[in-house]
């Protein structure tokens, strides 16, 4: 039973600029939950690429997203967010949430094993 639902993917050109939406579905509350995004392009394996804290909202992103991305959450709307800006080709690629039960994101934020529960994903395209 998928917990998680990803939307906001689509077509975009390069340089444009998106939101990705992660929502608890069937009741699953994400307060008290650190979500991760973690994004995976054809070919390449999975990779993290930005994480928030429960508690106090700390924010961790991967190098290669750095300045880019903005990860928020609104536990009112139940939704953490992605923002993308400066969308690149090498952004192309399905996008995943992930539940982190311990409610905190940390320098190993990046590594699957941190997550229990997936979205089903949503996928960027980057054409011109």
């Known amino acids: 039973q998928v917990q998680l639902v990803e939307s906001g993917g689509g077509l975009l050109q390069p340089g444009g600029s998106l939101t990705l939406s992660c929502t608890g579905s069937?009741?699953?509350?994400?307060?008290?939950?650190?979500i991760g995004w973690f994004r995976q392009a054809p070919g390449k394996e999975r990779e993290g690429v930005s994480c928030i804290s429960s508690n106090d909202g700390s924010r961790y992103y991967a190098d290669s997203v750095k300045g880019r991305f903005t990860i928020s959450r609104d536990n009112d709307k139940n939704t953490v967010y992605l923002q993308i800006e400066n969308l690149k080709r090498e952004d192309a690629a399905v996008y995943y949430c992930?539940?982190?039960?311990?409610?905190?994101?940390?320098?190993?934020?990046?590594?699957?094993?941190?997550?229990?529960?997936w979205g089903q994903g949503t996928r960027v395209t980057v054409s011109s």
């Open positions: 069937n009741g699953f509350i994400l307060d008290g939950y650190a």
């Open positions: 992930a539940t982190n039960p311990s409610g905190l994101c940390g320098s190993y934020f990046f590594m699957e094993i941190e997550y229990d529960d």
